[in-house]
């Protein structure tokens, strides 16, 4: 039986960021964490160290003694979307290079597979299908990371998605110049676990100028 948590690890998940879940210790001890599948490493620089599920309701009390440290919770093995990866925001002056062919679509592959894994173990209940703390403060590069991974066409031109960022909370903006490309990022961005609704965008907050946009939100529920 796994031994129980020290009280230095105990007080470690304690101190852990409560939206995102991120640890901050030595690495001896970060470690023992993640022997107790209550915390697993980041496998992109910097390899920061996370909560776990199991780890997050250990942290909240609801979960004590050794059962805690029992639930199978393996480190993820696909790449999250951080690091050197960026997702096209389709807000670039010009098309990057690279932004086309085989790499590409491997490199936007496994980024999405590393944002689920990312979900799976730093949602409190495992979940998949719904955005985590990450993507909610990293909105942005969440959302063009959906769409992408779903095969949107980003900007820049007039066909081609935008996201950009709002002034509302945990919301960004998203706009398509061709009415079918906005539609196909409404439903990616639903698929994705993002609310969304659309509005018609007005000149000086009056009156509609013909424009359609997005505003999405990453769903809590």
């Known amino acids: 039986m ?7 690890q105990r007080r470690i998940i304690e101190a852990a960021d409560p939206a995102t879940g991120r640890l901050a210790g030595s690495e001896a001890q970060l470690a023992g964490l993640v022997r107790h599948r209550l915390a697993f490493r980041h496998p992109r620089p910097p390899h920061a160290y996370f909560l776990t599920p199991t780890g997050h309701r250990l ?3 609801a979960e004590s003694g050794p059962d805690a440290a029992e639930a199978p919770s393996p480190p993820p093995a696909a790449p999250a979307p951080s690091g050197l990866f960026a997702a096209r925001t389709g807000t670039e002056s010009i098309r990057p290079p690279g932004a086309e062919g085989p790499a590409r679509a491997r490199d936007v592959r496994s980024a999405w597979e590393g944002l689920l894994e990312m979900r799976r173990m730093t949602n409190r209940d495992a979940a998949r299908e719904r955005p985590c703390a990450w993507e909610r403060t990293h909105l942005v590069q969440a959302a063009a990371l959906a769409l992408e991974a ?3 066409l980003p900007g820049p031109g007039p066909a081609g998605y935008r ?5 509302q909370p945990e919301a960004v903006a998203v706009h398509d110049g ?6 196909a990022c409404a439903a990616a961005l639903e698929a994705a676990g993002w609310q969304v609704s659309e ?9 509609p100028n013909g424009v359609r946009y997005l505003l999405a939100s990453p769903r809590r529920s």
């Open 2 to 8: 796994t031994k129980p948590p020290t009280a230095a």
């Open 59 to 61: 942290r909240e009390g």
């Open 150 to 152: 779903a095969g949107c």
């Open 163 to 167: 996201v950009s960022e709002t002034a």
């Open 178 to 183: 061709v009415p079918d490309g906005l539609r």
């Open 199 to 207: 509005h018609a965008e007005r000149t000086n907050g009056v009156r």
